[in-house]
């Protein structure tokens, strides 16, 4: 079973600094997806980031950016000039990949609450 | 594209009532997962279908908990009796078959049931 870890419950960032979010995994596949979904107040789940396990380049999107170390099975998420748009619940997520059964179940790390103070 | 659309965003009802949520994911995906969000258990997967077909429904708390996909174009997830301990953020979330859209779940707005 694969298992998802965040260990910072919460963290507050100034306005248009950088924060890093930490997130580590455990399993035992190869061929794995690696996600950060941002949950602001309103409750929507807003994809934020993805990486495929078998590229080393790290992924970028815009002002996120992501750190994957696979032997140390980190995956740690980037917030660069933060906003204050960006203060929400940010949760790593795992999904092996493969076909009908095995490719299709997210499991999640608990969240990391982030809070960009003007 | 739209994308997953989800109803009713919020709904308040009576403990026993029935409660019906509805689910329209985004067009040519092929999975649609419904998920359960609250604070004692974090999310949730309660089930998932692939092709309208239900695949894995072992995270469905109950037999209270129904779920149905009658066409590719619609699901929904029905609570009945509802009990307070159903209140929580429902999501139906999609994905491709194959291809960007293949590898990522997508969620919709979500649901928020409070039963009282």
């Known amino acids: 079973a694969q298992t998802v870890t965040q260990s910072q419950p919460e963290m507050s960032v100034q306005e248009a600094e950088t924060v890093t979010l930490s997130c580590t995994y455990d399993?035992?596949?190869?061929?794995?997806?690696l996600f950060w979904y941002k949950q602001p107040p309103s409750r929507q789940m807003i994809l934020v980031i993805r990486?495929?396990?078998?590229?080393?380049q790290n992924a970028t999107e815009n002002r996120f950016s992501v750190n994957f170390q696979k032997a140390a099975k980190s995956f740690s998420l980037k917030i660069s000039d933060s906003q204050l748009g960006d203060t929400a619940m940010y949760f790593c997520?795992?999904?092996?990949?493969?076909?009908?059964?095995?490719?299709?179940?997210?499991?999640f790390g608990e969240g990391t609450q982030l809070t960009v103070n003007p | 594209d739209a994308g997953v659309i989800q109803s009713p965003r919020h709904e308040v009802t009576e403990m026993g009532q029935e409660v019906t949520l509805r689910c329209k994911p985004i067009?040519?995906?092929?999975?649609l997962f419904w998920y359960r969000q609250t604070m004692m258990r974090g999310l949730e997967l309660l089930i998932y279908?692939?092709?309208?077909?239900?695949?894995?429904d072992s995270g469905m708390p109950e037999d209270r908990f129904s779920a149905k996909m009658p066409n590719a174009s619609f699901s929904t997830l029905k609570i009945q009796p509802s009990e307070p301990r159903d209140s929580a953020v429902y999501f139906c979330?999609?994905?491709?078959?194959?291809?960007?859209?293949?590898?990522?779940?997508?969620f919709g707005e979500g649901s928020w049931l409070t039963v009282v």
């Open positions: 067009s040519g995906h092929d999975y």
């Open positions: 399993t035992s596949e190869s061929n794995y997806y």
């Open positions: 979330a999609s994905r491709g078959d194959r291809g960007l859209s293949g590898n990522t779940i997508y």
């Open positions: 990486q495929e396990a078998y590229k080393q």
């Open positions: 279908f692939n092709n309208n077909v239900p695949i894995d």
């Open positions: 997520a795992f999904m092996t990949g493969g076909g009908e059964t095995s490719g299709s179940r997210l499991t």
